[in-house]
C-alpha cells in the first residue's frame, strides 16, 4: 500500500519560498509509469493541479504557475518537493502530493497524502 | 486549459436513493475523465477513471459513463458514507483540471 506524507512549515510570508516535501512509503519514486504530483485546495474551494515529475527529473508544471514553481525528486530518500516562490495571500491553500498513474485510459491520481494546510500571512 | 463543469453543485437526497451527477468538457476529453470522492477535512479518494472503471475497492454502487465531452457519476442505493463532494477531473490534456465540486448532502 503505497502512502504519502506532506510536511513543510504551515506559515509563511508574504514575497518568500513555500516549500514542502513529499516522503513516499510502500512503492518507489523510480518505478516506471507513475508521476509524481502537487494539487492545492484553497479554504473553501476546488482543487488545482500545480504539476508533476517523473523518477528522471522530467517536470510538467500548470502555465497559471509555472514561472514560480519548481518540483524536485530524491531518488535517494524516496520523496519529493515543491517549491513555490513570491507568494501571496492567493496561495493560502491545502497542498496535496499525490500519485499519478498511468493506463490505456489516461492518467489518474489514486493515492494522495493526508494533506498540509500553509497560510500566506505576515 | 480544458474547463470542466459540473451540476448541479449541490443536491440533497435520502439514504437509498440514486443520485447522477454530470459534468461536461469544454472540449472532447475522449474518455480521459476521473472521479474522486471527498469528505472535510480529508483528501479527495479515487473512485473512477476513464470514464467507467471503477478502482479496486470501490462498492459497485458507483458508476461511470459518457464520452467526448459529456459524462456522468451515478451513485445507486446511497448510503451515509457516500455524503461528500464529489469532482471530475480531465486527463487528456495538461494542465489536469477539475470541476468545481458538487455537495451530496443528507435531505
Known amino acids: 500500500q503505497v502512502q504519502l506524507q506532506e510536511s513543510g512549515p504551515g506559515l509563511v510570508k508574504p514575497s518568500e519560498t513555500l516549500s514542502l516535501t513529499c516522503a513516499v512509503s510502500?512503492?518507489?519514486?523510480?518505478?516506471?509509469?507513475?508521476?509524481w504530483t502537487w494539487i492545492r485546495q484553497p479554504p473553501g474551494r476546488g482543487l488545482e493541479w500545480i504539476g508533476d515529475?517523473?523518477?528522471?527529473?522530467?517536470?510538467n508544471y500548470n502555465p497559471s504557475l509555472k514561472s514560480r514553481v519548481t518540483i524536485l525528486v530524491d531518488t535517494s530518500k524516496n520523496q519529493f518537493s515543491l517549491k513555490l516562490n513570491s507568494v501571496s495571500a492567493a496561495d493560502t491553500a491545502t497542498y496535496y502530493c499525490?500519485?499519478?498513474?498511468?493506463?490505456?485510459?489516461?492518467?489518474?491520481?489514486?493515492?494522495w497524502g493526508q494533506g498540509a494546510l500553509v497560510t500566506v500571512s505576515s | 486549459d480544458i474547463q470542466m463543469t459540473q451540476s448541479p453543485s449541490s443536491l440533497s437526497a435520502s439514504v437509498g436513493d440514486r443520485v447522477t451527477i454530470t459534468c461536461r468538457a469544454s472540449q472532447t476529453i475522449i474518455s480521459y475523465l476521473n472521479w474522486y470522492q471527498q469528505k472535510p477535512g480529508k483528501a479527495p479518494r479515487f473512485l473512477i477513471y476513464g470514464a467507467s472503471s471503477v478502482q479496486s475497492g470501490v462498492p459497485s454502487r458507483f458508476s461511470g459513463s459518457g464520452s467526448g465531452t459529456d459524462f456522468t457519476l451515478t451513485i445507486s442505493n446511497l448510503q451515509p458514507e457516500d455524503f461528500a463532494t464529489y469532482y471530475c477531473?480531465?486527463?487528456?490534456?495538461?494542465?489536469?483540471?477539475f470541476g468545481q465540486g458538487t455537495r451530496l448532502d443528507i435531505k
Open positions: 499525490a500519485r499519478d498513474s498511468t493506463s490505456s485510459r489516461g492518467y489518474y491520481f489514486d493515492y
Open positions: 510502500g512503492g518507489s519514486v523510480t518505478r516506471d509509469g507513475y508521476y
Open positions: 477531473q480531465q486527463s487528456y490534456n495538461a494542465p489536469f483540471t
Open positions: 515529475i517523473s523518477f528522471s527529473g522530467r517536470t
